[in-house]
């Protein structure tokens, strides 16, 4: 091969190898999981096909099952995984791989999880680049390809776990890649493969099915016989998955697929909720979108194929938008910025590159660019540094849960986006009720509702410090017994006092402690100093004297400072602790 042309194919080649290998890097070492959230159970319904073949889950042990909670429905009296099948067939060869080298999904699910969705994103971010790449040139597609994996949900949500919106996303691009051939170059080679991508698309994420409605209105409008070509294909494969999923199941259609699911919302509340709010809003979370506008404007005529897939690539997120908005659990309870939205990104990315100015000689390219620029810039930052590396963004819906406060989702003095450690405990605390007064001199256990935690974990159930590996079981996030550790580099525990009982008060607090290692502790009450030293390795009895004037009656505020905080350091413990209170005594 001559240089030339060598050099022509091995800059791209190694350009679009360094995007994937720095999106499976991203996700490989993101700070924020999601892994025991809702796609928790896929991979056991793999193992079970894989040991049992079946995709019923009665042949693990009951703790097992009880880990797996609301993710669990009951199908003729056996229990069986709520969410779509697609995503557990497709880790079916993984799982039957591992096995034979003695890994099961029991011990090894998060990193299972987190393996399949760093190659997902590795297959997202190619085929990002392949369907820009058929419209602009190279450096512009690998930059397109780029802001829209590291600028979007597909980082934020899609490398936390191994959603079921990972794998659609990879197979909605794949179908718009070969839609794109199958136009541009009139040829009828790609329609099986669109009909395949198509169908498991929709096996995966049954939402995706208004892509392949969007599919055939193109074809239906531009290229009739390869929409009759399609249309008999999927038709086929909708059959043919009825068939399979009685069989496995009994039932001609599982409970997630029915259009009951969108029924009981508030349709102008999620609608509007899904576009702005502060913690799901659509347009604040992908912000490159607000310059489609300036870039329709700047790229002029279209031709008629162009037409189509521009209609496609904008109708097809409106419909996605107002099927979720109907939905009851429009925020997709625990999540960061708008998860359910994950899906029609490769639309709006292929209305980019349909837009996208080819003359740029003149101002008004230029200041599209800019724009678009700028506002993935700011995605990148919300998205990845953010969404990905900033833990509280995850607490801001653990504590207190989204499901349970829905409202917060509104609350643009706290919008998820901006979360850092002392508006979280601020938000805490405003939203705590007033703890009852406590008597001087009781030592009150963590568990007394006279102690008001703000800053500190809500637990994981472990004999120590819950160092071990993860593993599907008991609960992770029940409360430790006997102790509550802090959460991060400063926590407050709040309590009240009557007036009467401050004559009872000579000056002293006392708290049996254990410690992450040797850490260094200050104490401040009320907004005064009253304690600064270092103690540990495992365990000691904090005993600050201070002034009794500096408490008040009603609510006092005890602040501790704890720059030594470390890192857990384990996938099921997320935690940045310090010290555990085990007991608050003030005499």
Not at 30 to 45: C, E, F, I, W
Not at 120 to 143: D, I, K, P
Not at 150 to 156: N, P
Not at 455 to 484: K, M, N, V
Request: aromatic share 10%; with cysteine.
């Amino acid at each position: 091969m001559p240089t030339g042309r060598l050099r022509t194919f091995a800059i791209p080649a190694l350009t679009v190898l360094a995007l994937m290998l720095s999106v499976a890097l991203v996700t490989l070492t993101a700070v924020n999981r999601m892994t025991d959230s809702d796609p928790m159970g896929s991979l056991l319904v793999a193992e079970s096909l894989v040991d049992r073949h079946t995709v019923f889950l009665d042949g693990y042990y009951p703790d097992v099952l009880q880990s797996l909670s609301t993710r669990i429905e009951m199908i003729g009296g056996r229990p069986a995984y709520l969410f779509p099948i697609g995503t557990s067939l497709l880790a079916v060869p993984i799982v039957a791989v591992l096995h034979l080298f003695g890994i099961g999904v029991v011990p090894h699910d998060h990193q299972i999880q987190i393996g399949m969705a760093a190659a997902a994103a590795a297959l997202t971010v190619l085929l990002l680049y392949l369907l820009a790449r058929r419209f602009v040139a190279h450096w512009t597609a690998a930059g397109l390809a780029a802001a829209f994996w590291f600028g979007t949900a597909l980082s934020s949500t899609g490398a936390t776990a191994l959603w079921s919106h990972d794998y659609g996303v990879v197979l909605s691009l794949l179908a718009l890649v070969l839609l794109v051939k199958v136009l541009r170059d009139r040829t009828w080679r790609p329609l099986p493969w669109l009909v395949l991508a198509l169908a498991a698309a929709v096996v995966i994420r049954p939402q995706l099915a208004l892509l392949a409605v969007g599919v055939l209105l193109v074809l239906a409008v531009v290229w009739w016989r390869a929409a009759l070509v399609v249309l008999t294909g999927l038709a086929a494969a909708g059959a043919l998955a009825l068939v399979a999923g009685h069989q496995l199941t009994g039932e001609w259609l599982p409970s997630y697929y029915l259009p009951q699911r969108l029924s009981g919302g508030e349709f102008w509340v999620a609608l509007a909720g899904n576009l702005v709010s502060p913690a799901r809003g659509f347009l604040i979370y992908t912000p490159m979108i607000l310059a489609l506008p300036l870039l329709a404007y700047a790229r002029g005529r279209l031709a008629r194929d162009e037409v189509a897939l521009l209609a496609l690539s904008v109708g097809w997120p409106v419909a996605h938008l107002i099927a979720i908005s109907r939905f009851p659990h429009w925020w997709g309870g625990w999540a960061y910025g708008p998860r359910l939205m994950m899906d029609v990104i490769p639309g709006l990315a292929l209305a980019t590159v349909l837009l996208w100015p080819t003359w740029r000689a003149r101002l008004c390219p230029k200041v599209a660019i800019s724009a678009f620029t700028l506002l993935s810039a700011a995605g990148i930052w919300i998205n990845t540094v953010q969404g990905l590396y900033n833990p509280y963004t995850r607490f801001w819906y653990i504590e207190p849960s989204v499901d349970l406060e829905s409202g917060n989702v509104w609350d643009w003095s706290y919008p998820q986006f901006l979360a850092s450690e002392g508006g979280h405990e601020d938000r805490l605390e405003r939203s705590m009720a007033a703890p009852p007064p406590l008597r001087p001199g009781v030592a009150y256990p963590p568990e007394a509702p006279e102690l008001g935690f703000v800053g500190w974990s809500t637990g994981f159930t472990s004999p120590g410090i819950s160092l071990d590996s993860f593993q599907l079981g008991p609960s992770a996030l029940l409360r430790e017994d006997g102790r509550r550790w802090s959460e991060g580099s400063s926590a407050r525990l709040v309590f009240a006092l009557t007036p009467e009982s401050l004559r009872d008060v000579s000056g002293t607090i006392r708290i049996p402690v254990d410690l992450l290692g040797v850490q260094r502790v200050e104490m401040s009450l009320n907004g005064t100093p009253i304690y600064d030293s270092v103690v540990g390795p495992d365990r000691a009895i904090i005993t600050a004297g201070f002034d009794p004037t500096l408490l008040r009656g009603g609510e006092n505020r005890l602040t501790f400072t704890l720059p030594d905080a470390a890192s857990v350091g384990q996938a099921s413990d997320y935690r940045v602790i310090a010290i555990a209170l085990k007991q608050f005594t003030l005499e």
